[in-house]
């Protein structure tokens, strides 16, 4: 009798270990799945700052900042001076607003390339804000 209780523990024992796994494999999978299913509703949810710049009108919006970060600077000077582009200091005497909106979106042969803003509130915040500069 004491050899058949050992043989059927020995029998049993594979079949744990299988169970045991499903159960670890099903856990962590699940876990997992979880996980991905809040990263999912979160990034519909969560407006992305993307989508809330595209949201938010034109008054609102800091041109000075506009000018650093679509690289502006690199051309016509951190203090509007110009280096190897114009001086943007007194560009609201030359032309309009719209001027330089259309000269912000299309660019301005031969150097000045277009689109390096390309959100509508964005140019037009940035275009308000250099008409200004008389």
Known sequence: MAGSKKDKQQNNRPQNDVIDSAKAFFTSFGV???VFLIALVASLVIPKEQE???D???AEINAETVYQ???CMGCHGQNLEGTS????TAVGSKY?????????KN????????????KPA????LAKWLAEKK
Not at 85 to 88: E, N
Not at 96 to 104: F, H, S
Not at 107 to 118: E, H, I
Request: no cysteine.
């Open 122 to 125: 964005e140019v037009e915040a």
């Open 85 to 88: 582009a114009p001086p943007l």
């Open 107 to 118: 660019g301005k042969p031969p150097a000045m390339p277009g689109g390096l803003v390309s």
């Open 56 to 58: 938010t009108p034109a």
């Open 69 to 71: 970060e679509a690289g």
């Open 32 to 34: 997992l799945f979880l």
């Open 96 to 104: 309009d607003e719209q001027q330089i909106a259309e000269i912000i």
């Open 52 to 54: 809330m710049a595209e």
